[in-house]
């Protein structure tokens, strides 16, 4: 019997050994970890989204979110996309892009409480899934005109186009689905999920173009260029004209 108890002891020491080395693997590798925050309760967040909302957008926007005739829209129905863009835009209260005037957890919280009375949500987008050439191509097609092949922006008729530089993917995505202002409202059959990825990847791209050409004069296309081509052509006639002209007497 003790020949048979000796390897009992001996099997049951290794086993008490590795469990105190896997608990005490286990309590560092917890203590290494980061606790997760929380996620703010949405209940509270449209609840502080009401209170800015009743301080700073009703005057204009209603009480009731229905707007009032000649001096701003309602926002039933407008939806956390339209809300999300023109806040963190800063294009609320004016036409162009300035710095918002909430910061990123105020917007949040109004984001939110104009949200819970309908309309489309924050639509999601990824660059990084997008394909360089389809969002070149698209968005040649529905963008450049307005916008630039290089998305710096430009004049149409009652409207100035903003530059892309500074515009996040979000807000691309949440342009093309709201359709701010002049532009033209892109639904998911027009636009799929694939190609508004591609067209984001290509903006990204276009921040800091490779001007392999030369002096890139602002990347504002033809204009510029044409300008100057017209004035080197102007002081080399006028160069010309001199040296073969005849003074008068």
């Known amino acids: 019997m003790r020949g048979v108890r000796r390897p009992l002891r001996r099997a049951l020491v290794v086993l008490a050994v590795c469990c105190g080395a896997m608990a005490a693997w286990s309590g560092a590798a917890g203590g290494q970890a980061q606790p997760q925050s929380p996620r703010p309760d949405a209940r509270a967040l449209v609840a502080r989204g009401r209170v800015l909302y009743a301080q700073g957008c009703a005057s204009c926007h209603g009480a009731d979110l229905r707007g009032r005739p000649e001096l701003a829209p309602p926002l039933r129905g407008a939806g956390a996309a339209a809300a999300d863009f023109y806040l963190s835009t800063g294009r609320m209260p004016l036409a162009e892009r300035t710095q918002p005037a909430y910061p990123r957890a105020d917007i949040d919280a109004l984001v939110a409480f104009v949200g819970s009375f309908g309309g489309p ?129």
């Open 121 to 249: 949500g924050i639509p999601r987008v990824d660059p990084a899934r997008g394909r360089l050439a389809t969002g070149m191509a698209k968005f040649t097609e529905h963008c450049a005109g307005c916008h630039q092949i290089v998305g710096r922006g430009g004049i149409v008729t009652g409207a100035a186009v903003p530059a892309l530089d500074d515009t996040t993917p979000t807000q691309l995505a949440e342009a093309v689905r709201v359709g701010p202002y002049l532009m033209p409202k892109f639904s998911a059959k027009q636009l799929d999920q694939a190609t508004l990825d591609s067209i984001s990847r290509y903006v990204q791209s276009i921040r800091h173009p490779d001007n392999r050409g030369g002096w890139g004069i602002g990347n504002l296309g033809p204009v510029p260029e044409g300008m100057v081509t017209w004035f080197l052509a102007m002081a080399a006639l006028l160069a010309v004209a001199r040296l073969i002209g005849e003074r008068a007497p």
